[in-house]
């Protein structure tokens, strides 16, 4: 089998090395493999020819038969085009071509009838189609009854008659040669239980399928199979994890006792109690711990992250914190180090910025034992940071670090591996977290601390500007502090930071007497720092921004956060953003300033940003508008390679695939069971870098 799906794409009958060659560069098809998995985007219902006279606007698309009883061409040289018109019983309907009106042209013949196919609209008072699918009736005996695929193309291809039509003409003629070289890559009892359609039928019914029902039972074939080797991969790696990697045991915790019974300042939540709880049983274990705490901006991730540090320090075992920016390091160092003081115990900061003459001594307290807990940036991944005995590792912001940083960090002790702790206040959707965390536990706080009020969040026009100002002025009285944001859009930095300095002056001459701060990423990285922390000690009462703000200072004092041009910006952003505010007990607010048209999509977004706080609730909103693989950052970074997928939509599926691959990998690691045949020869046939082991490799 795999000899076969390997072949290059070119020996396709009709495809050749030009052909070839664009289907790489536009596609990523390089084999029949590739080709064969490149899965319609929709299928169009051909089995219903309207009457002409039903045709309307508000239909998505039609099929219409009739005699053509006029072509002819219309304008002059760029404003060329060819209208034709098709009659039935009924009434006439005009067929309109503004480009390959020469080739379109010679396959017209007045008096022959048509089969054609396109999206209705309105001009001037006329039911039109514009660059229909048109076809002689009778040519395609199979026209009337069935379901026909739409593959995406580009501009490019279609130049080399790559359309959806070329597309599935070859799709045609590769499932011709494939089918009986299809191996069953799912165990007879899964296809049973799940009462799934073979993987034969499955690749032959998504391309040409017989009914909407066969369609449907090949989806979810190949979606099941997708979702069950992804998660058979992520669940044999946490089996290797735990059976393989032997982590300290943290079982004393007098420290922490003290810390918790004479020092915290508040009452930890419910959600707080019970993530502490579940690291504590990890640490207990002798195996490493690899866990990701999910929890909102502000829901007291870091607290839960000291508490796990102290748990390593009681049992003679130090600690490390990664973040990812010198700013964020520095806000959790100065966070952390009055606890520490008060405990008695060292903890340093190391950045890029840090002396040589501090960097040394922070090297010897290290590998002497004497630093309890270092806090810093990618510095601390430099080879020259050796410890005495790391026992955990704290990273913040987990997406900002790759795998290879990560294992960086399990190489900094020798003997064991140190327990890891990923945080992340980019809520995920629980199906994006299984599928991109799925090799992690996961713990999730749900719960913000006690006496934090809601944000407010309200959109306003810019015809409400005088009001927006005079709320500012009204809280900068009340001795608070404001951010006001505009977006930074790469492709046109240049225009957008125009728009920051102009908005930068336009508050500067509506508040004269007010201290202003401005930070944006063409500034230097010290003087952003600068200019952060004079906010930070108040020495500034506006902060005007771009989005390098996101992830930034905390100030509890700054109580209003207004976003420019907010539609704009994506949900995720937009809820990064509010959460830079409402650190203090004072009530906080959020003002999305938006033009007064809005688009669908932009509506939703900011709709669901007035409604609701809840992390959790916005990116499934997110999810749903975005899809999975913008949502992640993950389209550059290959972590989620799915072919048919779509995790907005297939929760149930994944969690049927996840409890399938788990109850595998528990009763046999290996696949060396005679049931788990299929498995074993599927998964030794997958490129060994593969992320989505559902691929024919």
Not at 306 to 321: E, H, K, T
Not at 387 to 407: M, P, T, W, Y
Not at 671 to 679: D, R
Request: net charge positive; hydrophobic share 40%; glycine share 6%.
């Amino acid at each position: 089998m795999n000899n076969f799906f390997e072949t290059n794409i070119e020996f396709l009958k009709g495809v050749g090395p030009q052909k070839a060659e664009i289907m790489q560069k536009e596609l990523q098809i390089f084999t029949f493999g590739d080709l064969i998995q490149y899965y319609p985007f929709r299928w169009e219902d051909r089995s219903k020819i309207y009457q002409i006279k039903d045709a309307h606007e508000d239909l998505a698309y039609i099929q219409v038969k009739g005699v053509l009883t006029m072509v002819s061409l219309v304008g002059t040289d760029t404003k060329k085009r060819l209208v034709a018109q098709l009659e039935d019983k009924t009434g006439v309907i005009e067929l309109v071509w503004f480009q390959s009106v020469p080739f379109i042209q010679k396959f017209l013949k007045k008096g022959d009838q048509y089969i054609v196919f396109g999206k209705p609209n309105i001009f001037n008072g006329t039911i039109n189609i514009v660059h229909p699918e048109i076809e002689l009736f009778g040519e395609n005996k199979s026209m009337e009854g069935y379901l026909q695929p739409i593959y995406s193309s580009t501009e490019k291809l279609r130049r080399f008659y790559l359309d959806s039509k070329g597309i599935s003409k070859l799709q045609r003629q590769l499932l011709e040669l494939a089918l009986n070289k299809i191996n069953e890559t799912l165990p007879k009892y899964i296809i049973d239980k799940y009462k799934l359609v073979s993987k034969q039928k499955a690749l032959e019914q998504i391309h040409f399928p017989d009914s909407p029902s066969t369609l449907t039972q090949a989806q979810r074939r190949l979606k099941f199979e997708e979702l069950f080797y992804i998660q058979l991969k992520l669940v044999k790696q946490k089996h290797l994890n735990k059976t393989s990697f032997k982590g300290l045991n943290f079982n004393k915790i007098p420290t922490v006792n003290k810390f918790y019974n004479e020092l915290l300042p508040f009452e930890l939540t419910n959600a707080q109690k019970r993530v502490i709880k579940e690291l504590y049983a990890d640490m207990n274990t002798g195996r490493q711990m690899n866990r990701l705490i999910q929890g909102d901006v502000g829901s007291g991730k870091t607290m839960v992250a000291f508490i796990a540090m102290l748990m390593a320090i009681d049992n003679d075992a130090q600690a490390c914190l990664m973040a990812p920016t010198e700013i964020l390091a520095e806000q959790h160092y100065r966070g952390l180090e009055e606890y520490m003081q008060k405990l008695g115990f060292k903890i340093a900061l190391l950045t890029g910025s840090s002396k040589l003459s501090v960097r040394r001594e922070i090297h010897q307290m290290l590998e002497d034992g004497h630093l309890n807990v270092l806090v810093g940036t990618h510095a601390i991944l430099e080879d020259k940071v050796q410890f005495k005995n790391l026992g955990l590792c704290v990273i913040d912001e987990q997406h900002r670090f790759g795998v290879a940083q990560r294992s960086k960090l399990w190489q900094k002790n020798k003997n064991v591996s140190p327990h890891i702790l990923v945080m992340t206040a980019t809520p995920i959707p629980r199906t994006l977290a299984m599928t991109l965390y799925g090799d992690l536990d996961i713990s999730v706080i749900d719960e913000m601390p006690a006496g934090r009020k809601p944000i407010k969040t309200v959109m306003r026009t810019d015809s409400q500007r005088l009001t927006v100002f005079g709320f500012i002025r009204d809280e900068l009285n009340k001795g608070r502090q404001i951010y006001i944001v505009y977006p930074l859009i790469e492709e046109s930095a240049k225009q957008d930071l125009k728009d920051l300095i102009d908005g930068y002056e336009s508050i500067a001459r509506a508040f004269p007497d007010i201290a202003l701060s401005i930070v944006h990423g063409k500034m230097r990285s010290k003087d952003k720092d600068y200019e952060m922390m004079r906010f930070a000690k108040n020495e500034t009462k506006i902060m005007v921004a771009t989005t390098v703000i996101e992830v930034g200072v905390n100030v509890p004092n700054a109580s209003v956060m207004i976003i420019e041009n907010a539609e704009r910006f994506g949900l995720a952003q937009l809820h990064q953003l509010r959460g830079r505010v409402g650190r203090g007990a004072e009530q906080s607010f959020c003002v999305l300033m938006t033009k007064p048209n809005l688009g669908a999509e932009s509506k939703v977004r900011l709709e669901t940003m007035v409604r609701t706080n809840n992390g959790f609730e916005i990116a499934d909103v997110d999810l749903h508008l975005r899809g999975p693989g913008d949502l992640a950052g993950t389209k550059q970074s290959g972590a989620l390679d799915l072919l048919i997928t779509d995790l907005s939509q297939d929760a149930a599926i994944l969690t049927e695939a996840r409890t399938t691959a788990v109850e595998i990998i528990e009763k046999d690691p290996e696949f060396k069971l005679t049931e788990h045949a299929p498995i074993y020869r599927h998964v030794q046939s997958i490129k060994h870098n593969a992320v989505n082991w559902a691929r024919i490799s």
